[in-house]
Protein backbone atom coordinates (compact mmCIF):
# COMPACT_ATOMS: atom_id res chain seq x y z
CA UNK A 1 0.00 0.00 0.00
CA UNK A 2 2.94 2.41 1.01
CA UNK A 3 2.73 5.75 2.09
CA UNK A 4 0.40 6.56 5.31
CA UNK A 5 0.46 2.47 6.36
CA UNK A 6 4.25 2.05 5.79
CA UNK A 7 4.35 4.67 8.39
CA UNK A 8 2.24 3.37 11.06
CA UNK A 9 4.21 0.14 10.16
CA UNK A 10 7.51 1.64 10.59
CA UNK A 11 6.37 3.44 14.00
CA UNK A 12 5.07 -0.09 15.22
CA UNK A 13 8.02 -1.39 14.66
CA UNK A 14 9.68 1.27 16.38
CA UNK A 15 8.46 2.03 20.01
CA UNK A 16 11.19 4.76 20.67
CA UNK A 17 8.45 6.87 18.81
CA UNK A 18 5.68 6.04 21.24
CA UNK A 19 7.45 5.66 24.12
CA UNK A 20 7.32 8.83 26.58
CA UNK A 21 10.32 10.52 27.36
CA UNK A 22 11.12 11.77 30.77
CA UNK A 23 11.92 15.00 32.06
CA UNK A 24 15.13 14.62 31.30
CA UNK A 25 15.50 13.54 28.22
CA UNK A 26 13.31 16.12 27.25
CA UNK A 27 15.22 18.62 28.63
CA UNK A 28 18.65 16.71 26.48
CA UNK A 29 16.62 16.68 23.57
CA UNK A 30 16.04 20.30 23.47
CA UNK A 31 19.48 20.62 24.31
CA UNK A 32 20.61 18.69 20.90
CA UNK A 33 17.71 20.47 18.51
CA UNK A 34 19.56 24.14 19.48
CA UNK A 35 23.22 22.89 18.68
CA UNK A 36 24.54 21.25 21.89
CA UNK A 37 27.67 21.94 23.30
CA UNK A 38 28.64 23.40 19.98
CA UNK A 39 26.20 26.01 20.34
CA UNK A 40 25.34 26.62 24.35
CA UNK A 41 29.02 24.92 25.21
CA UNK A 42 29.47 22.58 28.00
CA UNK A 43 26.70 21.49 30.35
CA UNK A 44 28.33 22.54 33.88
CA UNK A 45 25.10 21.84 36.27
CA UNK A 46 21.75 19.76 36.21
CA UNK A 47 19.06 19.94 38.45
CA UNK A 48 18.09 16.47 37.65
CA UNK A 49 14.58 16.54 35.76
CA UNK A 50 14.36 19.89 36.11
CA UNK A 51 17.08 22.26 34.58
CA UNK A 52 20.27 21.98 32.65
CA UNK A 53 22.76 25.13 33.26
CA UNK A 54 25.33 25.96 30.70
CA UNK A 55 27.57 29.16 30.61
CA UNK A 56 24.94 32.29 30.22
CA UNK A 57 22.13 30.27 29.45
CA UNK A 58 20.14 26.88 30.97
CA UNK A 59 16.77 25.05 29.52
CA UNK A 60 14.11 24.28 31.99
CA UNK A 61 11.51 21.33 32.28
CA UNK A 62 7.82 22.57 32.16
CA UNK A 63 5.91 19.99 33.72
CA UNK A 64 2.59 21.50 33.01
CA UNK A 65 3.00 21.71 28.97
CA UNK A 66 5.90 18.49 29.21
CA UNK A 67 8.50 20.63 27.21
CA UNK A 68 11.67 22.42 27.53
CA UNK A 69 12.48 26.21 27.07
CA UNK A 70 15.87 27.89 26.73
CA UNK A 71 16.63 31.08 28.50
CA UNK A 72 19.99 32.91 27.76
CA UNK A 73 22.16 36.60 27.71
CA UNK A 74 20.64 39.66 29.85
CA UNK A 75 17.32 37.73 30.77
CA UNK A 76 18.77 34.85 31.64
CA UNK A 77 21.04 36.94 34.09
CA UNK A 78 18.01 38.78 35.28
CA UNK A 79 16.40 35.24 35.85
CA UNK A 80 19.49 34.18 38.03
CA UNK A 81 18.66 37.22 39.61
CA UNK A 82 15.91 36.94 40.96
CA UNK A 83 15.85 33.47 42.39
CA UNK A 84 16.02 31.20 39.51
CA UNK A 85 13.30 28.35 39.57
CA UNK A 86 12.25 30.15 42.75
CA UNK A 87 11.59 33.23 40.60
CA UNK A 88 9.30 30.73 38.16
CA UNK A 89 9.64 28.53 35.33
CA UNK A 90 10.14 29.08 31.75
CA UNK A 91 6.50 28.41 29.07
CA UNK A 92 8.44 30.10 25.83
CA UNK A 93 11.83 30.03 24.70
CA UNK A 94 13.42 33.62 24.51
CA UNK A 95 11.35 34.92 21.39
CA UNK A 96 11.75 38.48 19.77
CA UNK A 97 9.01 41.13 20.43
CA UNK A 98 6.74 41.97 17.36
CA UNK A 99 8.27 45.60 17.63
CA UNK A 100 11.43 43.61 16.42
CA UNK A 101 13.27 46.14 19.81
CA UNK A 102 13.61 43.72 22.12
CA UNK A 103 13.28 40.25 23.26
CA UNK A 104 11.01 37.82 26.06
CA UNK A 105 10.66 34.58 27.79
CA UNK A 106 7.64 34.61 29.54
CA UNK A 107 7.19 32.42 32.94
CA UNK A 108 4.78 30.57 35.23
CA UNK A 109 1.70 29.83 32.55
CA UNK A 110 1.71 33.17 31.05
CA UNK A 111 1.52 34.94 34.05
CA UNK A 112 5.09 36.51 34.34
CA UNK A 113 7.67 37.82 31.93
CA UNK A 114 11.12 39.36 31.86
CA UNK A 115 11.29 41.74 28.47
CA UNK A 116 14.91 43.33 27.31
CA UNK A 117 15.53 45.43 24.58
CA UNK A 118 19.10 47.75 24.26
CA UNK A 119 17.87 50.57 26.58
CA UNK A 120 16.67 49.54 29.27
CA UNK A 121 18.32 46.30 30.18
CA UNK A 122 16.11 42.84 31.56
CA UNK A 123 13.35 43.93 33.50
CA UNK A 124 10.14 41.61 35.03
CA UNK A 125 6.87 41.73 35.08
CA UNK A 126 4.07 39.77 36.53
CA UNK A 127 0.12 39.47 37.82
CA UNK A 128 -1.69 42.32 37.78
CA UNK A 129 0.24 44.92 36.13
CA UNK A 130 1.66 42.74 33.46
CA UNK A 131 -2.00 42.24 32.47
CA UNK A 132 -2.62 45.71 32.15
CA UNK A 133 0.40 46.10 30.08
CA UNK A 134 -0.82 43.47 27.96
CA UNK A 135 -3.99 44.72 27.46
CA UNK A 136 -2.48 48.56 26.96
CA UNK A 137 -0.26 46.67 23.92
CA UNK A 138 2.79 45.48 25.50
CA UNK A 139 5.55 47.26 24.53
CA UNK A 140 3.93 48.72 21.48
CA UNK A 141 1.46 50.87 23.98
CA UNK A 142 2.78 54.46 25.15
CA UNK A 143 4.04 53.07 28.19
CA UNK A 144 6.71 51.47 25.89
CA UNK A 145 9.19 48.80 27.94
CA UNK A 146 9.67 48.33 31.30
CA UNK A 147 12.66 49.98 33.02
CA UNK A 148 12.15 48.17 36.47
CA UNK A 149 11.23 44.93 38.17
CA UNK A 150 7.92 45.35 39.83
CA UNK A 151 8.73 47.21 43.43
CA UNK A 152 6.97 47.57 46.41
CA UNK A 153 5.84 50.81 47.02
CA UNK A 154 7.12 52.95 50.19
CA UNK A 155 4.44 53.22 51.78
CA UNK A 156 3.96 49.11 51.68
CA UNK A 157 0.69 48.76 50.35
CA UNK A 158 1.43 48.77 46.64
CA UNK A 159 3.24 47.27 43.30
CA UNK A 160 4.49 49.31 40.47
CA UNK A 161 6.58 48.85 37.32
CA UNK A 162 7.97 52.21 35.88
CA UNK A 163 7.93 52.00 32.05
CA UNK A 164 10.53 53.75 29.17
CA UNK A 165 7.89 56.65 28.19
CA UNK A 166 7.86 58.30 31.36
CA UNK A 167 4.94 55.86 32.46
CA UNK A 168 3.95 53.92 35.36
CA UNK A 169 1.37 50.75 36.37
CA UNK A 170 0.36 51.13 40.07
CA UNK A 171 -1.12 48.78 41.94
CA UNK A 172 -2.77 47.95 44.95
CA UNK A 173 -5.27 45.35 46.21
CA UNK A 174 -7.88 48.24 46.41
CA UNK A 175 -8.11 49.83 43.53
CA UNK A 176 -5.99 47.35 41.28
CA UNK A 177 -3.26 47.67 38.00
CA UNK A 178 -4.17 51.62 36.94
CA UNK A 179 -1.71 53.40 33.90
CA UNK A 180 -0.58 56.74 34.85
CA UNK A 181 1.89 58.49 32.46
CA UNK A 182 3.20 61.88 30.78
CA UNK A 183 2.22 65.25 32.62
CA UNK A 184 -0.17 63.79 35.35
CA UNK A 185 2.50 61.36 36.30
CA UNK A 186 5.11 64.00 37.08
CA UNK A 187 2.32 66.02 38.79
CA UNK A 188 1.78 62.94 40.79
CA UNK A 189 5.62 62.80 41.38
CA UNK A 190 6.04 66.16 42.37
CA UNK A 191 3.27 65.80 45.01
CA UNK A 192 4.99 62.54 46.50
CA UNK A 193 3.38 59.52 44.28
CA UNK A 194 1.38 57.76 46.70
CA UNK A 195 1.68 59.56 49.86
CA UNK A 196 0.33 62.55 48.41
CA UNK A 197 -3.30 63.45 49.66
CA UNK A 198 -4.23 61.81 46.35
CA UNK A 199 -3.15 58.02 47.30
CA UNK A 200 -2.99 55.33 44.14
CA UNK A 201 -4.74 55.95 40.67
CA UNK A 202 -7.98 54.24 40.57
CA UNK A 203 -8.18 54.96 36.60
CA UNK A 204 -5.60 54.92 33.52
CA UNK A 205 -4.75 57.73 31.92
CA UNK A 206 -8.12 58.92 29.70
CA UNK A 207 -10.16 61.38 27.60
CA UNK A 208 -11.48 64.57 29.55
CA UNK A 209 -13.32 67.80 29.12
CA UNK A 210 -12.53 69.83 26.03
CA UNK A 211 -9.35 68.03 24.52
CA UNK A 212 -8.33 67.17 28.13
CA UNK A 213 -6.87 64.20 29.89
CA UNK A 214 -7.35 62.75 33.58
CA UNK A 215 -6.65 60.24 35.96
CA UNK A 216 -8.58 59.58 38.87
CA UNK A 217 -6.97 58.51 42.13
CA UNK A 218 -8.38 57.49 45.37
CA UNK A 219 -9.10 60.99 47.06
CA UNK A 220 -9.33 63.04 43.81
CA UNK A 221 -7.83 63.37 40.82
CA UNK A 222 -5.40 65.23 38.15
CA UNK A 223 -6.70 66.87 34.87
CA UNK A 224 -4.85 68.45 32.33
CA UNK A 225 -5.39 70.64 29.42
CA UNK A 226 -2.09 71.94 27.29
CA UNK A 227 -2.54 74.97 27.19
CA UNK A 228 -3.13 74.94 31.30
CA UNK A 229 -1.34 71.92 32.24
CA UNK A 230 -2.16 69.73 35.45
CA UNK A 231 -4.37 70.24 38.21
CA UNK A 232 -4.46 68.67 41.54
CA UNK A 233 -8.19 68.36 43.38
CA UNK A 234 -10.18 66.83 45.07
CA UNK A 235 -13.91 66.81 44.39
CA UNK A 236 -15.84 69.82 43.46
CA UNK A 237 -18.43 71.21 45.80
CA UNK A 238 -20.98 73.69 44.08
CA UNK A 239 -23.17 76.05 45.87
CA UNK A 240 -25.86 78.31 45.59
CA UNK A 241 -24.53 82.03 47.12
CA UNK A 242 -27.46 83.91 46.62
CA UNK A 243 -30.11 86.14 45.01
CA UNK A 244 -30.05 89.81 43.48
CA UNK A 245 -33.20 91.76 42.25
CA UNK A 246 -32.91 94.32 39.88
CA UNK A 247 -36.44 94.99 39.44
CA UNK A 248 -39.35 93.99 41.49
CA UNK A 249 -42.64 92.46 40.54
CA UNK A 250 -45.41 94.68 39.58
CA UNK A 251 -48.13 92.11 40.73
CA UNK A 252 -47.25 91.63 44.38
CA UNK A 253 -50.73 90.51 45.49
CA UNK A 254 -49.30 90.59 49.61
CA UNK A 255 -46.93 93.48 50.24
CA UNK A 256 -44.95 95.97 47.98
CA UNK A 257 -42.18 94.07 48.22
CA UNK A 258 -41.14 90.56 46.71
CA UNK A 259 -40.79 87.98 48.84
CA UNK A 260 -39.19 85.40 46.47
CA UNK A 261 -37.36 81.58 46.91
CA UNK A 262 -35.46 79.47 44.43
CA UNK A 263 -36.09 75.70 43.62
CA UNK A 264 -32.87 74.60 42.61
CA UNK A 265 -31.85 71.31 40.70
CA UNK A 266 -28.79 69.84 39.79
CA UNK A 267 -27.96 66.98 37.10
CA UNK A 268 -24.95 65.61 36.52
CA UNK A 269 -24.12 62.56 33.69
CA UNK A 270 -24.32 60.47 37.87
CA UNK A 271 -26.38 62.15 39.74
CA UNK A 272 -29.33 64.53 40.58
CA UNK A 273 -31.03 66.69 43.32
CA UNK A 274 -33.51 69.20 43.94
CA UNK A 275 -33.37 71.77 47.06
CA UNK A 276 -35.54 74.96 47.95
CA UNK A 277 -33.65 78.63 49.37
CA UNK A 278 -35.72 79.82 52.12
CA UNK A 279 -37.98 82.91 51.00
CA UNK A 280 -36.59 86.03 51.16
CA UNK A 281 -38.65 88.57 52.74
CA UNK A 282 -39.19 92.05 51.67
CA UNK A 283 -36.99 92.11 48.89
CA UNK A 284 -37.23 95.67 46.66
CA UNK A 285 -35.27 96.23 43.48
CA UNK A 286 -30.83 96.47 43.72
CA UNK A 287 -31.24 94.68 46.98
CA UNK A 288 -28.85 91.18 47.34
CA UNK A 289 -29.86 88.12 49.42
CA UNK A 290 -26.71 86.42 49.98
CA UNK A 291 -27.01 82.99 50.99
CA UNK A 292 -25.48 79.59 51.40
CA UNK A 293 -26.52 76.05 49.65
CA UNK A 294 -24.14 73.03 48.77
CA UNK A 295 -25.92 71.25 45.70
CA UNK A 296 -23.50 69.05 44.47
CA UNK A 297 -20.10 67.22 46.05
CA UNK A 298 -18.03 65.09 43.31
CA UNK A 299 -15.89 64.33 40.25
CA UNK A 300 -16.17 67.73 37.70
CA UNK A 301 -17.68 65.97 34.69
CA UNK A 302 -20.07 68.39 33.84
CA UNK A 303 -23.34 70.12 35.75
CA UNK A 304 -26.41 71.56 34.83
CA UNK A 305 -28.16 73.80 37.62
CA UNK A 306 -31.82 75.07 36.91
CA UNK A 307 -33.07 77.41 38.55
CA UNK A 308 -36.79 78.55 39.23
CA UNK A 309 -37.42 81.53 40.39
CA UNK A 310 -41.07 81.97 42.64
CA UNK A 311 -42.88 84.75 44.12
CA UNK A 312 -44.41 83.72 47.78
CA UNK A 313 -48.01 84.85 47.78
CA UNK A 314 -50.78 81.73 48.97
CA UNK A 315 -49.15 78.40 47.42
CA UNK A 316 -46.74 75.41 49.42
CA UNK A 317 -43.30 76.41 48.70
CA UNK A 318 -42.18 72.83 49.79
CA UNK A 319 -45.17 71.97 47.49
CA UNK A 320 -43.63 72.78 44.36
CA UNK A 321 -40.07 71.63 44.90
CA UNK A 322 -41.58 68.48 45.08
CA UNK A 323 -42.70 68.65 41.98
CA UNK A 324 -39.64 70.01 40.25
CA UNK A 325 -37.69 67.46 42.12
CA UNK A 326 -40.43 64.37 40.54
CA UNK A 327 -40.24 66.50 36.88
CA UNK A 328 -36.43 66.42 37.50
CA UNK A 329 -35.71 62.88 38.47
CA UNK A 330 -37.75 60.96 35.62
CA UNK A 331 -35.86 63.66 32.89
CA UNK A 332 -32.34 62.86 34.16
CA UNK A 333 -33.20 59.09 34.36
CA UNK A 334 -34.59 59.11 30.59
CA UNK A 335 -31.38 61.33 29.48
CA UNK A 336 -29.11 58.76 31.20
CA UNK A 337 -30.43 55.96 28.94
CA UNK A 338 -30.84 57.67 25.95
CA UNK A 339 -27.17 59.07 26.18
CA UNK A 340 -25.62 55.95 26.81
CA UNK A 341 -24.21 57.23 30.70
CA UNK A 342 -24.47 53.82 32.09
CA UNK A 343 -23.06 52.10 32.77
CA UNK A 344 -20.26 54.83 31.95
CA UNK A 345 -17.77 55.45 35.05
CA UNK A 346 -14.47 57.84 35.29
CA UNK A 347 -13.36 60.74 33.90
CA UNK A 348 -14.61 59.64 30.37
CA UNK A 349 -18.07 60.60 30.91
CA UNK A 350 -16.96 64.65 30.52
CA UNK A 351 -16.49 63.80 27.35
CA UNK A 352 -19.42 62.41 26.50
CA UNK A 353 -21.28 65.28 28.95
CA UNK A 354 -19.63 67.91 27.49
CA UNK A 355 -22.08 68.03 24.16
CA UNK A 356 -24.92 66.08 25.94
CA UNK A 357 -25.76 67.04 29.01
CA UNK A 358 -28.33 70.04 28.93
CA UNK A 359 -31.16 67.31 27.98
CA UNK A 360 -30.57 65.86 31.43
CA UNK A 361 -31.93 69.01 32.63
CA UNK A 362 -35.99 69.75 31.25
CA UNK A 363 -36.89 73.28 30.25
CA UNK A 364 -38.27 73.98 33.21
CA UNK A 365 -40.44 76.83 32.44
CA UNK A 366 -42.61 74.43 30.50
CA UNK A 367 -42.61 71.39 32.81
CA UNK A 368 -43.81 73.91 35.78
CA UNK A 369 -45.83 75.35 33.54
CA UNK A 370 -47.61 72.19 32.44
CA UNK A 371 -47.65 70.53 35.74
CA UNK A 372 -48.33 72.81 38.35
CA UNK A 373 -51.46 74.80 39.25
CA UNK A 374 -49.17 77.30 40.92
CA UNK A 375 -51.20 79.46 43.61
CA UNK A 376 -47.63 81.26 43.71
CA UNK A 377 -46.26 83.14 40.79
CA UNK A 378 -44.09 81.83 39.00
CA UNK A 379 -41.24 84.55 37.63
CA UNK A 380 -38.84 82.61 35.59
CA UNK A 381 -36.56 79.80 35.20
CA UNK A 382 -33.27 79.25 33.95
CA UNK A 383 -30.07 77.22 33.36
CA UNK A 384 -27.17 76.73 33.86
CA UNK A 385 -24.61 74.49 32.11
CA UNK A 386 -20.45 73.80 33.33
CA UNK A 387 -18.78 71.52 31.52
CA UNK A 388 -16.12 69.31 33.37
CA UNK A 389 -13.08 71.66 32.35
CA UNK A 390 -15.15 74.61 33.71
CA UNK A 391 -15.66 73.21 36.91
CA UNK A 392 -12.13 71.96 37.17
CA UNK A 393 -10.72 75.73 36.81
CA UNK A 394 -13.41 77.35 38.11
CA UNK A 395 -13.27 75.59 41.57
CA UNK A 396 -9.28 75.63 41.46
CA UNK A 397 -8.00 78.76 39.11
CA UNK A 398 -10.61 81.13 39.71
CA UNK A 399 -10.85 83.53 42.18
CA UNK A 400 -14.29 84.47 43.41
CA UNK A 401 -16.10 87.64 41.64
CA UNK A 402 -18.41 89.79 44.20
CA UNK A 403 -21.99 90.93 43.34
CA UNK A 404 -23.64 93.39 46.58
CA UNK A 405 -22.17 91.23 48.81
CA UNK A 406 -22.59 87.50 46.85
CA UNK A 407 -19.65 85.73 46.01
CA UNK A 408 -19.63 83.78 42.97
CA UNK A 409 -17.87 81.93 40.44
CA UNK A 410 -21.13 81.47 37.55
CA UNK A 411 -24.58 82.85 37.26
CA UNK A 412 -27.75 82.59 35.97
CA UNK A 413 -28.44 84.98 33.15
CA UNK A 414 -31.23 87.81 33.95
CA UNK A 415 -34.11 85.62 35.21
CA UNK A 416 -37.74 88.22 34.46
CA UNK A 417 -41.42 87.99 34.44
CA UNK A 418 -43.72 89.96 35.61
CA UNK A 419 -42.01 92.95 35.58
CA UNK A 420 -39.18 91.65 37.43
CA UNK A 421 -35.63 90.61 36.91
CA UNK A 422 -33.19 88.49 39.21
CA UNK A 423 -30.02 86.79 39.05
CA UNK A 424 -28.96 83.60 41.21
CA UNK A 425 -25.13 82.98 41.87
CA UNK A 426 -23.11 80.01 42.53
CA UNK A 427 -19.96 79.11 43.75
CA UNK A 428 -17.18 76.15 43.40
CA UNK A 429 -14.81 75.34 45.21
CA UNK A 430 -12.57 72.01 45.81
CA UNK A 431 -13.83 69.94 48.68
Not at 105 to 121: K, L
Not at 141 to 170: A, C, K, M, W
Not at 178 to 192: K, L
Amino acid sequence: MGGVADVFRAERLNPEIWRIRTPEEIIERKYNQLGGQAVLGPVVSKEEGRVWFMNGSCICYNADRRAAFEIHGAIYEKWRALGGLAFGTPCTDETATPDNSGRYNHFNGFTASIYWSPATGANAIYGAIREKWAAMGWERSVLGYPVTDELGTPDGVGRFNHFQHGGSIYWTPQTGANAVWGAIRQHWESMGWERSYLGYPTSDEMDFSEGGRANTFQNGGIYWWPDVGPIDLRDVVVHYTGLHCFGETDWDQSSNSDEPYVILSIATPQVNSTVRSRVYDDVDGREARPDLLELYRGKPYGIVIGTVLMENDFGNPDHYKETVETIVNSTHQAGLVALGFIPLVGPVISTLADAFITPLMPDLADAINDALDTGDDKIGSANVVLTGRQMVLLAARTQNSNHYGIGFKAETPLISGGGASYKAYFGLVPA
